[in-house]
């Protein structure tokens, strides 16, 4: 999309707005001041100059044996920075039910994923074959690449011209539907029955989700994520949660049954079980997105008993691994950044999250005239329908050109014929201007056809 901005924007330079933004997935909000004052502490405590001899030893409990601001332009422990880790751990048993879990820091809630990807993913199993991963259309494209950069061979369906690019041929990669944004938990174990070996296992190695969703803006309800979390327990497969919109879930769908929210309205459940790896962000809800700080949650339980590791414990130190041979760490000033931030806390954040509400009405009756709409009830977005035969990605390109407003092709998330519009990246005012330039080039495009 930067492109075609790009190409378009000479045409706007003279209007005092330009082009609109309603394409990426950001907040317009900053982070909080307590990000800004944990980075300042830290920048301030290297202005003195009179100690420069700094042991880089590490204390018997991981962390650095001396000060931390003086250390920020150093490694830390592959993990995480111990501080950060330790605020993790305390707000995954609060707010997510999550209790003493291991967990990773990493750069961003996507290389949480190439993580898990790298980690689980054999090149060949114990079958020879390439163990796949499901997303479910229309997925997340950045969870489809990392799939395609790393167990990305074509499939005996593939023909010599085929570039790699289609992923329904992508060896490593199986692409399930969804109905209005709900995947279809019957095909899913349809394909785990096929695709399980006879002496036991499965070709299947991991289930991804994003909830809410990206690209649909459709939260998942609490009872059908159990489900697909009983589903994949079944047959002994990892199920991948992304949960970098936990924030975002407006209408609170993924709330305990049969529970009084009143004291933890906004905590967010997730399963603490050994198949089940969670990812998180401070993206999204802290507006973070350029420290690029995410986080890995994965299970320190044993169904073996105590004399044994559990698979979340195996599959952790098996990451550490991937991670100290991509990353080696998060950048530690961006953790301790984050640091900041989670002092903060979750009701901050909702704060920010219920000044969407006048833009996400705007967009959502600027799309009204749309054939379908899925969307609106989770993370920031609405996906809406095109007439038949109009070629998403051309009429993104007019509405840009001719309207002044970017928004996401459907064809770049596996559903073409549609447009993901996002409602996070502009304050009220400015949306406001955004929703009317969309309405219009909605009438018109559409009209055209």
Same mark, same amino acid.
């Not at 979390?229 to 949960?243: A, C, Q, R, S, Y």
């Given at each position: 999309?930067?492109?075609?901005?790009?190409?378009?924007?000479?045409?706007?330079?003279?209007?005092?707005?330009?082009?609109?933004?309603?394409?990426?997935?950001? +907040?317009?909000?900053?982070?909080? !001041?307590?990000?800004?004052?944990?980075?300042?502490?830290?920048?301030?405590?290297?202005?003195?100059?009179?100690?420069?001899?700094?042991?880089?030893?590490?204390?018997?409990?991981?962390?650095?044996?001396?000060?931390?601001?003086?250390?920020?332009?150093?490694? =830390?422990?592959?993990?995480?920075?111990?501080?950060?880790?330790?605020?993790?751990?305390?707000?995954?048993?609060?707010?997510?039910?999550?209790?003493?879990?291991? +967990?990773? *820091?990493?750069?961003?809630?996507?290389?949480?994923? *190439?993580?898990?990807?790298?980690? @689980?993913?054999?090149?060949?199993?114990?079958?020879?074959?390439?163990?796949?991963? +499901?997303?479910?259309?229309?997925?997340?494209?950045?969870? *489809?690449?990392?799939?395609?950069?790393?167990?990305?061979?074509?499939?005996?369906?593939?023909? @010599?011209?085929?570039?790699?690019?289609?992923?329904?041929?992508?060896?490593?990669?199986?692409? $399930?539907?969804?109905?209005?944004? *709900? !995947?279809?938990?019957? &095909?899913?174990r349809s394909q785990l029955e096929q695709?399980?070996?006879?002496?036991?296992?499965?070709?299947?190695?991991?289930?991804?989700?994003?909830?809410?969703?990206?690209?649909?803006?459709?939260?998942? !309800?609490?009872?059908?994520? #159990?489900?697909?979390?009983?589903?994949?327990?079944? /047959?002994?497969? &990892?199920?991948?949660?992304?949960?970098?919109?936990?924030?975002?879930?407006?209408? #609170?769908?993924?709330?305990? !049954?049969?529970?009084?929210?009143?004291?933890?309205?906004?905590? %967010?459940? =997730? /399963?603490?079980?050994?198949?089940?790896?969670?990812?998180?962000?401070?993206?999204?809800? %802290?507006?973070?997105?350029?420290?690029?700080? $995410?986080?890995?949650?994965?299970?320190?339980?044993?169904?073996?008993?105590?004399?044994?590791?559990? #698979?979340?414990?195996?599959? %952790?130190?098996?990451?550490?691994?991937?991670?100290?041979?991509?990353?080696?760490?998060?950048?530690?000033?961006?953790?301790?950044?984050?640091?900041?931030?989670?002092?903060?806390?979750?009701? &901050?954040?909702?704060?920010?999250?219920?000044?969407?509400?006048?833009?996400?009405?705007?967009?959502?009756?600027?799309?009204?005239?749309?054939?379908?709409?899925?969307?609106?009830?989770?993370?920031?977005?609405?996906?809406?329908?095109?007439?038949?035969?109009?070629?998403?990605?051309?009429?993104?390109?007019?509405?840009?050109?001719?309207?002044?407003?970017?928004?996401?092709?459907?064809?770049? =998330?596996?559903?073409?014929?549609?447009?993901?519009? =996002?409602?996070?990246?502009?304050p009220p005012a400015q949306c406001r201007?955004?929703?009317?330039?969309?309405?219009?080039?909605?009438?018109?495009?559409c009209r055209k056809t």
């Amino acid at each position: 999309m930067k492109q075609i901005i790009s190409q378009h924007a000479p045409k706007w330079e003279s209007d005092p707005d330009g082009i609109y933004s309603l394409a990426q997935g950001v +907040v317009y909000w900053r982070p909080p !001041p307590s990000m800004y004052r944990e980075l300042a502490a830290a920048a301030n405590s290297n202005l003195d100059d009179t100690n420069d001899g700094l042991s880089l030893g590490f204390g018997m409990d991981g962390a650095m044996s001396t000060d931390d601001g003086r250390l920020i332009h150093t490694y =830390c422990p592959d993990e995480g920075y111990p501080p950060l880790l330790e605020a993790l751990k305390i707000k995954l048993e609060k707010e997510n039910g999550i209790v003493n879990p291991h +967990v990773m *820091v990493t750069s961003g809630a996507n290389q949480a994923f *190439v993580n898990c990807v790298l980690t @689980l993913l054999d090149e060949r199993d114990e079958m020879g074959n390439v163990s796949k991963c +499901v997303v479910f259309k229309p997925y997340y494209f950045n969870h *489809v690449m990392a799939i395609q950069m790393s167990r990305g061979g074509l499939n005996s369906d593939a023909s @010599l011209d085929d570039d790699g690019m289609n992923p329904n041929l992508i060896e490593g990669l199986l692409v $399930g539907p969804t109905s209005k944004g *709900v !995947p279809d938990l019957t &095909w899913l174990r349809s394909q785990l029955e096929q695709h399980r070996y006879p002496g036991g296992g499965n070709a299947i190695r991991m289930v991804a989700l994003v909830n809410p969703g990206n690209p649909t803006g459709v939260s998942l !309800p609490f009872d059908f994520l #159990r489900e697909i979390k009983e589903l994949t327990k079944e /047959f002994g497969v &990892w199920l991948i949660m992304d949960n970098t919109y936990e924030h975002f879930d407006i209408m #609170r769908k993924n709330s305990l !049954p049969n529970v009084d929210n009143t004291n933890n309205a906004r905590d %967010y459940p =997730c /399963f603490d079980e050994e198949h089940v790896i969670n990812i998180f962000s401070f993206s999204k809800g %802290y507006s973070m997105a350029g420290l690029r700080v $995410g986080y890995i949650s994965l299970s320190s339980k044993s169904s073996n008993g105590s004399e044994s590791k559990g #698979r979340g414990t195996v599959a %952790y130190e098996e990451m550490l691994k991937v991670q100290d041979t991509i990353a080696i760490c998060t950048s530690r000033i961006s953790q301790m950044a984050a640091v900041g931030a989670l002092q903060a806390g979750r009701s &901050w954040v909702h704060e920010q999250v219920e000044t969407l509400n006048v833009g996400r009405q705007l967009i959502l009756d600027a799309m009204s005239s749309m054939e379908e709409i899925i969307g609106g009830d989770g993370a920031m977005y609405v996906m809406g329908k095109l007439p038949d035969g109009q070629d998403d990605k051309e009429f993104a390109s007019k509405l840009i050109e001719h309207y002044g407003v970017a928004v996401i092709p459907g064809s770049f =998330c596996g559903y073409p014929g549609w447009i993901r519009v =996002c409602y996070s990246n502009l304050p009220p005012a400015q949306c406001r201007v955004a929703a009317a330039r969309l309405k219009n080039g909605l009438t018109d495009l559409c009209r055209k056809t």
